[in-house]
């Protein structure tokens, strides 16, 4: 049986489930967490790229720089109401 077809799809797959992880890291509050799950996976999603060709690749991106942006907008501001919590 050939793999390398359910492979693509896999990492087709990752790369949408990466710009929704993505989009909902630009949650408040919770979007800490769904921005590192979404750079985590596309992390996966790059290795597979060195294989095959990614169709999906622009999902990928894009859902990598919604995730890179809420995680330093959440960062900051879960670091600031900590720190104006604790004076």
Request: contains cysteine; charged residues 15%.
């Amino acid at each position: 049986m050939n793999d390398i077809p359910a492979a693509k799809i896999k990492m087709m797959k990752g790369s949408i489930h990466c710009l929704i992880l993505g989009l909902l890291g630009l949650l408040p509050v919770i979007g800490l967490l769904f921005a590192l799950a979404a750079l985590w996976r596309a992390g996966g999603v790059r290795a597979q790229e060195k294989l095959f060709w990614n169709a999906a690749r622009p999902y990928r991106l894009w859902g990598v720089a919604c995730a890179a942006v809420g995680a330093v907008v959440w960062s900051v501001v879960d670091l600031l109401l900590i720190g104006h919590a604790i004076s």
